[in-house]
């Protein structure tokens, strides 16, 4: 098919998907309300989603790197659909209908598997500076689908209700399927890779202690149950660490993820998760805070998610101008740059939070800073590493970003709990501040991680 449909498809594919990716989140609050669960308990459509992305990731982009692709792409869009299916079936409130909303969050949450397969599919179909462009842009996906779906799903949910966003997230899902149906290409034959199924397990299940960890404060209402939770996380994946060292058909190449390129590149990508998804939490509560705190703008659920717009919109350009730079500096220097723009909004949100303008402001910065690390980051990796590692390589890279931007949730959450007085129901404005001055030392450490790499001479630091 002609390349710039099979880009535009990928990109497609990829964006609808971070939108479906995307509907928990907005809904947390509409499930405890409507389905009569806990807070906590409703958290989890958004932690089962990013654990089931995590558990797959790795095993679909080892068979990303055989003639299963397209078949791996489709089934898995299929999933994901269902998925979609189950969570807009209109069941009364109660246990069961919750446990089949989890289970179809979790389908769902296999589509955060793809991103890895529709980066490989643009590497090996496009010509090369056009693959780079297809990479740059399917890795802000995520970053424009954040700003579509907290918006669009709040809006759909006050308006229709929960099953109804639900549902228009099931109709996005099979949009997905009948793109990819069409336009994935067939895979050339070739030697189908072994799965390591014992090393996928000892993974998923190291990444959902360790999400647990970060992402349900409920496992630290009693120390011992969270530090058994890390303990745990530790020993299955050190077991994860020996068994990819002896098996034959490893998940992923440790020899080759441990070369310092590559390695640093993860450190930096788990550092500035952690700083851009700590800022991100920070002006997403601070505009919805009630102007009764003494501070914040009160914007509702609806309006709080076109205060997203500018963070989507900036990150989309930060995709399409990434080529750009990259034709007149390296890879390293680029992220380096969108590092600082990371910590300048960090820098403007801290120094004038009353003015909302100025936080809108910041929301735009860090949306093009978050959207060109992401952009820059798959040509970081994928320095060096061979045409046939390149999902396996990426798949790694989206389990270290999703599990950086848990734990940035969580530190966020920490921070403002710690500047709330006793007895009050919301932190001091100071709170914020000192929580937006935190994400300076992450920042500089990522770009640090990234600006002392030696120069590749290979093209994808070109």
């Known amino acids: 098919m002609n390349t710039r449909h099979l880009g535009a498809a990928l990109v497609t594919i990829a964006f609808l998907g971070a939108?479906?990716?995307?509907?928990?989140?907005?809904?947390?609050?509409?499930?405890?309300?409507?389905?009569?669960?806990?807070?906590?308990?409703?958290?989890?459509?958004?932690?089962?989603?990013?654990?089931?992305?995590?558990?797959?990731?790795?095993?679909?982009?080892?068979?990303?790197?055989?003639?299963?692709?397209?078949?791996?792409?489709?089934?898995t869009s299929c999933l994901v659909a269902l998925g979609g299916l189950l969570t807009a079936i209109p069941l009364p409130p109660g246990v069961l209908p919750f446990a089949v909303l989890l289970v179809g969050r979790a389908l769902q949450g296999l589509g955060l598997g793809l991103i890895a397969l529709l980066m490989s599919v643009a590497r090996d179909h496009l010509p090369t500076e056009r693959a780079h462009s297809t990479i740059a842009t399917i890795s802000v996906a995520g970053t424009v689908g954040i700003g579509v779906a907290y918006p669009l799903m709040g809006l759909i949910d006050q308006l229709a209700g929960l099953r109804i966003a639900y549902g228009v997230g099931f109709l996005i899902s099979l949009t997905a399927v009948l793109i990819a149906w069409r336009t994935i290409p067939k895979d050339a034959p070739q030697r189908t890779p072994k799965v390591d199924y014992p090393g996928a397990l000892l993974l998923g299940l190291g990444t959902l202690c360790v999400l647990l960890a970060v992402a349900q404060p409920a496992v630290w209402r009693m120390p011992w149950v969270g530090a058994s939770v890390l303990a745990a996380a530790a020993i299955a994946l050190t077991g994860w660490v020996v068994v990819e060292r002896h098996t034959a058909a490893p998940l992923v190449d440790l020899a080759l993820f441990s070369r310092g390129g590559l390695l640093r590149a993860n450190a930096a990508m788990l550092t500035a998760g952690v700083g851009m998804y700590l800022l991100f939490s920070l002006l997403t509560r601070y505009v919805q805070t009630p102007a009764s705190a003494g501070y914040g703008f009160g914007l509702s659920g609806v309006l709080a998610g076109a205060a997203l717009i500018p963070f989507s919109v900036l990150g989309f350009v930060a995709g399409r101008v990434t080529p750009w730079f990259t034709t007149r500096m390296s890879a390293r220097w680029t992220f380096v740059i969108y590092a600082g723009f990371v910590i300048l909004a960090a820098v403007v949100f801290a120094i004038a939070p009353v003015s909302l303008v100025a936080t809108l402001a910041a929301m735009a910065m860090l949306g093009f800073g978050v959207g060109g690390v992401s952009a820059i980051m798959p040509r970081l990796v994928l320095r060096d590493v061979p045409q046939e590692e390149t999902s396996s390589v990426l798949s790694i890279n989206q389990i270290v970003r999703s599990v950086g931007f848990s734990i940035g949730s969580a530190v966020a959450g920490l921070l403002l709990a710690t500047a709330t007085p006793a007895g009050a129901l919301l932190p001091k404005e100071q709170g914020y501040c000192v929580a937006a001055l935190c994400v300076l030392p992450l920042l500089v450490l990522s770009a640090a991680l990234i600006a002392v790499a030696r120069r590749s001479p290979q093209p994808m630091d070109a």
């Open 19 to 75: 939108v479906i990716g995307g509907v928990g989140a907005p809904l947390i609050t509409s499930v405890a309300l409507q389905l009569d669960v806990p807070l906590d308990a409703a958290q989890w459509t958004l932690t089962v989603t990013l654990f089931a992305g995590a558990i797959t990731a790795p095993v679909l982009g080892r068979l990303g790197a055989g003639s299963h692709r397209r078949a791996s792409i489709l089934v």
